[in-house]
């Protein structure tokens, strides 16, 4: 039997789907699309179950905001048609396919317009606008790795070498020892003030290689405000 039982905590409303079936235990699996299900005896009533995911409040609201951050930035499917949703430092921006007999892309602030020489061809667009967003990757990246390296320099940082490529589980690294940066090709999409924020944060590893109260002491000393920049880059939700 399935169903679909609402748990309140903390004043949020968790829903979980509920499949009876033969197990000795309550079992409990929460999916990366954030649904949680739960399978248990027929002979194990629904107030025990509640119990169970009561004691298991902190593991849950751990679990789904892990996976709610990881989807934040997974670039959604797209089908690279005319009216569909690309972000571009915080700005949205709209696509518009054109046939023409050259490809070639570009944006103006409120619009992203593809032209290619076959809009029907779905491999070529999809080339086309993820070339444009890797080369914006390159650019502002860069440009923000050499606009805050004075500030580590005195340290005794070297330049670092910059890597771009998509991460599933963190905006950036940083490794010391091969004096490099790698930030996550997703953060193009976000405000140049939020990236900004990850560099930072990376460089701060070259002096300190840990997450102690001496790396955020300097990150306060170099950022003052990267606590509202690190919120922004947390609470903004790309659709």
């Known amino acids: 039997m399935t169903g679909l039982v609402s748990l309140k905590k903390c004043g949020q409303k968790i829903e ?17 699309d954030g649904t949680i299900s739960v399978s248990a005896s027929p002979r194990v009533s629904v107030q ?14 751990k679990a789904l905001s892990k996976f709610s951050e990881k989807r934040k930035w ?15 430092l915080g700005r949205q921006l709209r696509l518009v396919v054109q046939e023409s007999v050259k490809n070639h892309i570009e944006e103006d602030g409120v619009y992203l317009t ?11 667009k999809e080339r086309l606008v993820k070339k444009f967003f890797r080369q914006k990757c390159q650019e502002v990246f860069s440009a923000l790795v050499e606009k805050n390296y004075p500030q580590f320099q005195k ?3 070297k330049y670092p070498s910059l ?10 690294s940083c490794i010391p020892s091969k004096n490099q940066i790698t930030l996550n090709s997703n953060l193009i999409h976000f405000s140049e003030r939020c990236i900004e924020y990850v560099v930072i944060h990376e460089f701060c590893h070259f002096r300190y290689p840990n997450h102690s109260k001496d790396f955020y002491a300097l990150m306060t000393v ?4 990267w606590k ?12």
């Open 155 to 157: 340290y005794g940082v």
């Open 222 to 225: 170099l950022m003052p405000d």
């Open 48 to 61: 025990t179950i509640e119990k169970f995911l009561d004691s298991q409040n902190e593991y849950i609201q």
């Open 228 to 239: 509202e920049r690190k919120k922004e880059l947390d609470d903004t939700v790309l659709v």
């Open 114 to 124: 593809l032209e290619c020489k076959n809009p029907e061809n779905f491999p070529l």
């Open 163 to 172: 890597k771009i490529r998509e991460m599933k589980s963190r905006w950036g």
């Open 74 to 88: 997974e670039i959604t499917e797209k089908k690279y048609v005319s009216g569909e949703s690309f972000y571009l």
């Open 16 to 32: 979980y789907t509920l499949v009876r079936k033969k197990v000795k235990n309550i079992n409990l699996r929460i999916h990366p």
